[in-house]
């Protein structure tokens, strides 16, 4: 199957500080999930960006598919944005939409 | 907007016994996945159904099994619970041509004593 690396595996920042998180895939994919797991556990979805780039808040984020990774870019960090973000891609198999997950980056904001 | 609704929020069982695990996805969506994330760990695909059919499998124990109703509700019934069954579980789902963005329910906590 594939394989989804992210990074760092940890991260701390001083609130207001900007962070770039990481996630490389091992395969072609055309789905790409972000997500932000709070810390009740909830799964956010940030953003769906097979390619391209977008934007929503001080959250954006930017895929390149040809080169097999993504970005999470975070400006301005509040203490809100603590939590495990994590990046998952379909299973490279036919009709298959199963989502595989990198380990995650786990990130604390600091007041 | 209407999300996926995942209950109970909270189960806790003594091993050996059983829990079932509803999941109720956005509407007009026809696609119902179940995840496990065992403590410090990412999401675990487990099964997925299409249509009220079983679409694909992974790591999903024996003692598991789960099924679609006509109303695209799911359930995940497991039985002989192991304190190794603890974790949260997702459910999410996702429509057909939209891309399948897969959408996630808050989760069930299961806790095995």
């Known amino acids: 199957g594939i394989q989804v690396e992210q990074s760092p595996p940890d991260l701390i920042l001083q609130e207001g500080a900007n962070s770039t998180l990481r996630c490389n895939f091992s395969?072609?994919?055309?789905?790409l999930q972000w997500f932000h797991q709070n810390p009740w556990g909830q799964l956010i979805n940030l953003f769906y960006?097979?390619?391209g780039t977008k934007q929503n808040g001080r959250l954006s984020a930017t895929t390149v598919a040809t080169e097999r990774y993504s970005l999470l870019y975070i400006s301005s960090s509040q203490t809100t944005d603590s939590g495990v973000y994590f990046c998952?891609?379909?299973?490279?198999?036919?009709?298959?939409?199963?989502?595989?997950f990198g380990k995650g980056t786990k990130l604390s904001v600091i007041p | 907007a209407a999300g996926v609704i995942q209950s109970p929020r909270h189960l806790i069982k003594e091993k050996r016994e059983t829990a079932t695990l509803k999941c109720y996805p956005i509407?007009?969506?026809?696609?119902v996945y179940w995840y496990q994330q065992g403590p410090g760990q990412d999401p675990q695909f487990l099964i997925s159904?299409?249509?009220?059919?079983?679409?694909d499998k992974g790591s999903i124990p024996d003692r598991f099994s789960a099924q679609q109703f006509s109303d695209y509700h799911s359930e995940l019934n497991m039985s002989s619970l192991e304190l190794g069954d603890s974790a949260l579980y997702f459910c999410?789902?996702?429509?057909?041509?939209?891309?399948?963005?897969?959408?996630f329910g808050a989760g069930t906590r299961l806790s095995v004593l």
């Open positions: 999410a789902s996702s429509r057909q041509g939209a891309k399948n963005i897969q959408y």
């Open positions: 395969d072609s994919v055309n789905n």
């Open positions: 960006i097979p390619s």
């Open positions: 998952a891609v379909p299973f490279s198999g036919a009709g298959s939409y199963q989502l595989t």
């Open positions: 509407p007009r969506h026809d696609t």
């Open positions: 159904f299409y249509e009220k059919m079983q679409s």
